[in-house]
């Protein structure tokens, strides 16, 4: 069984009831350290957990390995297949092991860990509330598992740099064109930022994430129920 290192912050104010969960997932060549940057701009009602990706790819950790060059980055699909084998299992393990709400956990993913929160969001959506998908791309390989009856509870927010060189923003374009034909809410934004989050979005991040917390309506599918 592969092991997913992590980080935490807990919730930092008390709950009547379980928290929410927001579960990190980095971009390629980083760590788990790095999106826990965010960590001071969101709710403090979150229990916040940042994930390792599962493969050492010598200057840092990847979800996948990638071959070509910017612009032209070809993902191995076996690794991809083999990370989101290995988050399934853990984010269905998590809430009870942490003690948070199962039918509120939230996934915020970069570059890779984008690509990763999407597939998990649109393949085990009983385990998911919403995703924040930032500048990532379409995993055509698992839209065949999509089933589009049971996604109608998902949130996202996609967010893309119009100047992104590695994944360029045809890629969010396309996430954006896709989620456009489900059964579930979107918000789209673009900003003119190379691959990175854009100053504007340490705002909408944080805002998005209280609304949907705020709106607190649990759902009778969700595990534990």
Known sequence: MTTVHTIERP?????????????????????EHDLMGLSPYLDKRLHIVSARAIFD?????????????????????????????????????????LGTDPRRLYLLGFSQGAVMSLNLALTVPHLVAGAIVASGYLDEKV??????????????????????????VEGGQGIRD????????LTYREYPIGHGIHPDALSLIPQWLS???????PREDAQGV
């Open 178 to 185: 896709y989620l456009e034909t489900l059964p579930v809410q």
């Open 143 to 168: 839209l065949p598992r999509v089933q589009p009856d049971s996604l109608s509870h998902l949130d996202f927010l996609v967010m893309h740099g119009t100047e992104d060189d590695l994944i360029t």
């Open 11 to 31: 919730p930092q104010i008390p709950h009547e009831d379980a928290p929410p969960l927001l579960l990190l997932l980095h971009g390629f060549g980083s760590n």
């Open 57 to 97: 790819v010598g200057f840092g950790f990847g979800w996948y390995y990638l071959y070509g060059v910017p612009g032209n980055l070809i993902s191995d699909d076996a690794t991809r297949a083999k990370s989101l084998e290995v988050l399934t299992n853990f984010i269905g393990d998590l809430p009870g092991r």
């Open 211 to 217: 609304s949907r917390i705020d709106q607190d309506k």
